[in-house]
């Protein structure tokens, strides 16, 4: 399976860039991840929980990151193994331009499916790919870009702003500033 697309988010390159080099932004943006450690240049590993049609597995695998050209582009590479479900490898080539407002994010994916997994048909798991590509990068847009709206403030977010305090941003910019 291949699959290109390409994403707007309202935040700086080097945002985008340390969101995707950071274990604790990945977890939060990969659906169904339990857990991530590791470090980009070590490389990840991670257990994720899905579900693809009728077939429900907890995925181990690694991840590597390769040809990082900072805060340009990279190329992610991973497997994973499900037991008896399947198994699933692929990559990704990641590239981020600069536009007014913030970053096109482009990426490239070839990924490929064994085991049970394969035995779904190719409709019912390209669209599980695309469906967890939409929300890898909506999450990943919602950490590193504050909300459109902010809710209406509590009396000490009141007071917090009075005396000066930055508002509230995405978690992940929380965790960077």
Do not use: N
């Not at 991670?46 to 907890?58: C, L």
């Not at 409709?123 to 809710?151: C, H, N, S, W, Y």
């Not at 977010?157 to 978690?171: L, N, V």
Request: proline content about 6%; charged content about 25%.
């Amino acid at each position: 399976m291949k699959m290109s697309d390409s994403r707007d988010i309202a935040a700086d390159r080097a945002t985008v860039w340390a969101a995707l080099l950071s274990p604790e932004a990945l977890k939060e943006c990969v659906p169904g991840a339990q857990e991530v450690t590791g470090t980009p240049e070590d490389g990840f590993e991670a257990v994720v929980v899905q579900k693809v049609g009728p077939v429900k597995a907890t995925f181990k695998g690694s991840v590597t990151l390769s040809d990082m050209v900072e805060p340009e582009s990279l190329t992610l590479s991973g497997a994973g193994k499900g037991g008896t479900a399947g198994h699933a490898k692929g990559s990704a080539a990641v590239r981020l331009e600069e536009i007014e407002g913030g970053t096109r994010l482009h990426y490239d994916v070839e990924a490929s499916v064994g085991g049970k997994l394969a035995q779904l048909g190719s409709r019912i798991v390209d669209g599980f790919a695309k469906k967890m590509a939409d929300q890898f990068f909506a999450r990943l847009e919602t950490a590193v870009v504050p909300p459109v709206e902010a809710p209406a403030k509590t009396p000490e977010e009141d007071t917090a702003e009075a005396d000066g305090e930055a508002p509230k941003k995405g978690w992940f910019r929380r965790m960077l500033g």
